[in-house]
Nanobody, 128 residues
Framework: QVELVESGGGLVQPGGSLRLSCSTS???????????IAWFRQGPGKERDFVAA????????FYGDSVKGRFTISRDNAKNTVYLQMNDLKPEDTAVYYC??????????????????WGQGTQVTVSS
């Protein structure tokens, strides 16, 4: 069973930064570089929203409109890890952040939350 594990969440003031990590435990995604890895988030009382995604095999990165220019997704395939650098955080970024993985995602479905594997989530709270 593949497990995705998120880390790096916490409490930060508005304007601050956090870096989230998504790695695997148990069975790994093999080959890791073939998988699309995405971040979604779900705020209190809200639906799960797309944040960012990194296509496998050296493909493109995608971002949700609300995080463009502030968040950056990157991956280290040697470490089987994907990162989400979040800068200029705002209170509306407060949510549980989840990573997800899928090997067959086409570009037009990147933002669709139907991914094969999900992590348990990490809480990000932006508050003064």
């Amino acid at each position: 069973q593949v497990e995705l594990v998120e880390s790096g969440g916490g409490l930060v003031q508005p304007g601050g930064s956090l870096r989230l990590s998504c790695s695997t435990s148990g069975r790994t995604l093999n080959p890791f570089n073939a998988y699309t890895i995405a971040w979604f988030r779900q705020g209190p009382g809200k639906e799960r929203d797309f944040v960012a995604a990194s296509k496998g095999n050296g493909g493109s990165q995608f971002y949700g409109d609300s995080v463009k220019g502030r968040f950056t997704i990157s991956r280290d395939n040697a470490k089987n890890t994907v990162y989400l650098q979040m800068n200029d955080l705002k209170p509306e970024d407060t949510a549980v952040y989840y990573c997800a993985a899928d090997r067959r995602k086409i570009n037009s479905a990147i933002r669709d939350p139907r991914y094969d594997y999900w992590g348990q989530g990490t809480q990000v709270t932006v508050s003064s």
